[in-house]
Nanobody, 123 residues
Framework: VQLQASGGGLVLPGGSLRLSCVMS????????IGWFRRAPGKWREGVAA????????NIATFVQPRFTISRDNVKNTVYLQITNLEDEDTAVYYC?????????????????WGQGTQVTVSS
């Protein structure tokens, strides 16, 4: 299982981004997916997770309602839509996979990790 996160970049405060996580080497429908981030000097934290079938999503309260997670199992891709970006959203964003029916926001629950994509919010 390999995960490739992309879509990061430099964004103005208040802007939007859509991050993508593409799975290869296996079928996405067999996995729940989580998005995590690590800001400079901070621990990695979970921000969103989505169940295998996409019917259940779990968004961390501290990013609600600005973060939305979705998936397209045909394209083997999970998305993280971020709106109204804030300086505090600056971080490396990672996607992770676990072969359970639903995902949590705990990184220890995940077995496979992508390499991360940098999001920088700055004016």
């Amino acid at each position: 299982v390999q995960l490739q996160a992309s879509g990061g970049g430099l964004v103005l405060p208040g802007g939007s981004l859509r991050l993508s996580c593409v799975m290869s080497g296996s079928s996405l429908e067999d996995f729940s997916i989580g998005w995590f981030r690590r800001a400079p000097g901070k621990w990695r934290e979970g921000v969103a997770a989505i169940s295998r079938e996409g019917s259940i999503s779990n968004i961390a309260t501290f990013v609600q309602p600005r973060f939305t997670i979705s998936r397209d199992n045909v394209k083997n891709t999970v998305y993280l839509q971020i709106t109204n970006l804030e300086d505090e959203d600056t971080a490396v964003y990672y996607c992770a996979a676990v072969s359970t029916n639903w995902g949590t926001l705990w990184e220890s629950d995940y077995d496979y990790w992508g390499q991360g994509t940098q999001v920088t919010v700055s004016s």
